[in-house]
């Protein structure tokens, strides 16, 4: 049985540049955020704390179904189940974090939202360090780890930050969407958020954009 990422030192892993360091380094950010969460009083920090926590949680998870998953599944014989049982949870957080934000804070039920996320945040990357990524190192070298590593950090630092129910959990619709929302999310989480008519517009203009471009690139490629 593969070892757990959890127990091994940066050169295991393969180095600080690996998929599975970046990986774990933000397990252990994750892991910090929600214990400062536990332990502040004041509301309004509270707040930005898992403001931080749902913004680190979206684009890593995102990273991970983009570029992690479709390794995972390519490289491992039980890949496919493997990488649906960490997507189910995504999903399931997905969906505890959207009732989250409909919620004021102090409200009792978001606090319960929030105890059942962090619960899922952490079982999710006990799944990962100790059955997926140890089986995605026993399949790869170092120089793959390291290559998966440099385009798992690329897609996310440009990902979403916020929970989509719309977006699927796969490439290639998961990408496709992937740059509207991006750019929506980090767009709200800099101004804060945006009325309903002004979100449609923003959503319609960045699909289009990104639609002109994907068309731009096929008529380029055929010519």
């Known amino acids: 049985m593969p070892r757990t990422t959890t127990a091994q030192t940066v050169e295991q892993l393969g180095g ?21 969460y536990r ?4 509301d309004e920090e509270r707040e930005q704390v898992l403001k931080e926590v749902v913004q680190l949680v979206f684009s890593h998870a995102f990273a991970e179904e983009t570029v992690l998953w479709p390794a995972v599944r390519r490289s491992v014989a ?10 189910e949870e995504h999903q399931q957080i997905n969906d505890l974090v959207a009732g989250i934000e409909r919620l004021s804070p102090g409200d009792p039920e978001r606090e ?3 105890a059942r996320v962090f ?10 360090e100790d059955l997926v990524l140890p089986r995605l190192q026993e399949a790869s070298d170092t120089a793959r780890l390291r ?9 996310r630092r440009s990902a979403p930050t916020r929970p989509h129910p719309i977006v699927p959990r796969r490439p290639p619709g998961n990408a496709l969407l992937g740059v509207p929302l991006s750019l929506y999310d980090r767009l709200r989480d800099g101004l804060g ?20 471009v994907a068309v731009a690139a096929a008529v380029r490629k055929r010519r």
Not at 39 to 42: E, H, I, Q
Not at 78 to 87: C, N, Y
């Open 16 to 36: 600080s540049q690996s998929v599975l360091a970046r990986q774990r380094r933000d397990h252990a950010e994750m892991d910090r955020l929600m214990e400062r």
């Open 39 to 42: 332990a502040l009083a004041d």
């Open 78 to 87: 039980d890949g496919e189940e493997l990488t649906s049982r960490v997507e």
């Open 112 to 114: 319960e939202k929030v």
């Open 119 to 128: 619960a899922l945040i952490r079982q999710d990357i006990r799944d990962e």
């Open 147 to 155: 290559r998966l590593g440099a385009a798992w950090e690329a897609v």
């Open 193 to 212: 958020p945006l009325p309903p008519a002004a979100l449609k517009r923003v959503l319609t203009a960045l699909t289009g954009l990104l639609v002109s």
